[in-house]
């Protein structure tokens, strides 16, 4: 039996190439379909990751991952007024209006006639669903109000192995952000005899000075834009599995670059089926605009440091600091040179999630 937290990581991740990487990243965003499989709204969050290890890398050498993922993310409640002024209180992710299930664009924050309002030093968006957003309804009976959350979370992430339906599945333990969580990262990195850690004080609001004074080091700071969809099953109408859309800005020693990725991860049981269908499915649906990735952020934001700082990269780079097919071709190559035969070191963590 799995220890609470501790769960096994099924996911694919694509890199999008193309002359306008963000538009067909939106396309994507906004599926309501793919294969036989719907897709509903998820949410929209920033997040900002910093991974950490010693300063001899053992944690690299080992294949293991260290992060902490900051997030900033909206959660929405709906509110269907009915005659009289009265309202019915939904939430939503995960359960929007029935009404909405049809339509591309749901989940759009700040929406038309929006406004911020504060209350009990929290921010809050409250706006109207106008008729644009529905496909039957003229009338805006429905508001919502968005609560902007921020949230930490410790991640850990081991070795990995490829799967017969293309991706990668890792043993990943994942944690709010707490004295807890850091004591039973320290023990299992000493179990797996990858590094001594030293006990610290904690400090619940500075994650990297609590890590730092356990003997790690900061080892790579990244941005995220993160659009998700919930994929669902039209037999079942269970979640099967998210598809997340990332705008990744790897922010380096050298210089900042931006890319995209399309993260596709397992969330049920019959993995193997469900991937490589949605797989196939996008695959066919946009040809080379994705390109498999096999390499975590972690490993290509350290190769693309790398590179950078022997100059190779830079040539590569077109204008906006974006990353293009000839770019990802030299990363490949450089990181698959660096990596183990029988585990390459791209198997060592995805920040998605």
């Known amino acids: 039996m799995e220890e609470a937290g501790t769960t096994p990581e099924r996911e694919a991740t694509f890199v999008i190439i193309s002359a306008e990487p963000g538009a067909v990243a ?26 950490f290890d010693t300063s001899t890398r053992e944690l690299r050498a080992n294949h293991w991952a260290l992060r902490v993922r900051s997030t900033d993310s909206h959660q929405c409640v709906f509110k269907h007024v009915r005659p009289g002024g009265t309202s019915l209180q939904r939430s939503f992710p995960p359960s929007p209006p029935q009404e909405t299930l049809s339509c591309r664009r749901i989940f759009r924050l700040p929406g038309p006639g929006s406004r911020k309002i504060r209350r009990n030093n929290r921010t809050f968006w409250r706006g109207v669903w106008v008729e644009s957003f529905f496909s039957k309804r003229s009338s805006p009976d429905y508001i919502f109000e968005s609560e902007l959350v921020s949230t930490s979370v410790l991640t850990l992430k081991g070795p990995s192995r490829s799967t017969d339906w293309g991706g990668l599945e890792r043993l990943e333990i994942e944690a709010a952000w707490s004295k807890e969580a850091v004591e039973r990262v320290v023990a299992e990195l000493a179990r797996a005899g990858i590094a001594a850690l030293q006990a610290a004080a904690f400090c619940k609001d500075d994650p990297v000075n609590t890590l730092e004074r356990c003997g790690l080091e900061v080892i790579q700071r ?73 390499h975590s952020k972690l490993a290509t934001g350290l190769a693309i440091d790398e590179l950078l700082e022997t100059g190779v990269l830079q040539p590569l780079i077109c204008s906006g600091n974006r990353l293009t097919a000839a770019t990802y071709d030299r990363l490949d190559e450089h990181i698959r040179k660096l990596a183990c035969p029988s585990a390459g070191e791209h198997e060592s963590d995805h920040a998605a999630r």
């Open 26 to 51: 939106s396309i994507i965003a906004d599926l309501g379909q793919i294969s036989r499989y719907t897709l509903l709204p998820g949410d929209s969050r920033n997040i900002v990751d910093i991974y």
């Open 222 to 294: 990244r941005e995220l834009w993160r659009r998700t969809r919930r994929v669902l099953s039209e037999s079942s109408g269970t979640t099967v599995a998210e598809l997340a859309v990332d705008q990744v800005r790897h922010l380096g020693t050298f210089g900042e670059v931006l890319h995209w990725e399309v993260e596709l991860e397992a969330m049920g049981d019959s993995a193997s089926a469900v991937m490589s269908d949605i797989i196939g499915a996008l695959l066919h649906e946009f040809g080379s605009a994705l390109r498999p990735w096999p």
